[in-house]
């Protein structure tokens, strides 16, 4: 769990300084997209070590493993837990835990689930559809982003889902770092914990900064 959640996390980084491009322009963040799929001139992200386009794929199947290994463990645990646990009403009252620890299976769920609607609406749609993809948007991410984000709604769905992720990573990355055996005093609590929060509160605004600017007409086409 620990691993694959701190990968996923380097992952959630990496993809919202990617993000950020749409604030330098349409060229730079269209540059980037293709870069990463090896469609750029220069042969794209590792080129020449890696054949053009070889990245991206090993790059998914990577990260779908630590997402499977990752629910897997969870699953795992949960059934443990289930086990284990008491079962009057009366023991459960007195585990002391934090919102956001009681909403890790449940919120993980949401949170996979919105995933689902997040590859559906980008990666998959805009495979699908090269053909009438291109009268929409021109070919372009740079304006398919600004297409979907100008609609007060889906940045009010990715709100949500981002409060889901952040929560989710806010107790993930402390419980992770117990799990290696970070906790060794209450000074290293309240370490590992700003740290947590910290890394939750910068990826909540740097996903959130760039479709509220869309919404704002900051970034447009
Ligand atoms: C406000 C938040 C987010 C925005 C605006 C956003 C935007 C995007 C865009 C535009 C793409 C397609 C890029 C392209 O095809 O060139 C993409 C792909 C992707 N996003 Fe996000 N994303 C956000 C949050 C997340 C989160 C929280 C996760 C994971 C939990 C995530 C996981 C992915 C994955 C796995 C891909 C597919 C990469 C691939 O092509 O293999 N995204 N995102």
Known sequence: MAVTGLL???????????NLKMFI?????????????????DGGILYPILPAGWFIWIFRVVLLAAVVLHIY??????RRA??????TYEAKRKLAQ?????????????????LIFHLAQFTV???????????????????????EFSQWWMVLV????????????RHGFWSAFATLGANTSPRAKVILDACAWAIALVLFIGFMMMPVAVLFGWIHF
């Open 8 to 18: 996923l996390i380097a992952f959630l980084l990496m993809h919202m300084f990617g």
């Open 82 to 87: 289930e086990a284990a646990s008491p079962s």
């Open 25 to 41: 322009g349409e060229e730079a963040f269209n540059h980037y997209a293709e870069w990463l799929k090896g469609l750029s001139e």
């Open 73 to 78: 463990s969870a699953a795992k645990l949960w």
């Open 158 to 169: 990715y709100a949500i889902w981002m409060v889901a992720v952040c929560m989710h990573i």
């Open 125 to 147: 749609h805009a495979a699908l559809t090269n053909g009438s993809f291109a009268s929409t948007y021109q070919s372009s991410a740079y304006k398919m982003v600004v297409g």
């Open 98 to 114: 934090t919102y956001s620890a009681r909403t890790m299976r449940w919120g993980g769920i949401i949170l996979a689930g919105l």
